[in-house]
């Protein structure tokens, strides 16, 4: 369960949607934006809530201690409010949003990274010798070709997840 932001709404795949908590003010802003979408997540059974005006109050005393509050609207303030009141995480990517969440103890996830994924890194491994290092950013850019030679034995060296 989870509260989803707009822009959750406009791209997580239809049935990803389904069932999960969004706003009463989102309604609107959705019908504005993309009207197409709308009609579709209104057959939905979504979960549509507005947040009490305790709850808000709570979001704007966090907004403002976090200097977010000037550049919040209300849906995102209802939005937090909601994720707050039903301790459930929020799906957003606009960084204001997850400022707050964070300062109010919401779990946040980005709208276009699948939960569970974490990010990673890449470095450089040679094939004969082994050797690692760090991928420097001057480095050869390719899809095809060997990033370097090994400065060891001359040998290629592949990307690999660290
Ligand atoms: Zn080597």
Redesign the pocket.
Known sequence: MAVLDTSALLNWPIERCRGQIVSTLQQTELASVDEQRWLLIETLEMDWRTASPDQLEMVQDVASKTGDLPRLSDVDIDLLALAMANQTKLITDDYRMKNVAREAGIHVEGVLTTGGKKQWKWILR??????TEEVSNDAHRSKKDDVK???????P?KLKRA
């Not at 040679?126 to 050797?131: D, F, P, T």
């Not at 030679?149 to 040998?155: A, E, L, N, T």
Request: charged fraction near 20%.
């Open positions: 040679c094939i004969g010798c082994r050797q030679v090994c400065d060891r034995c001359g040998s060296m």
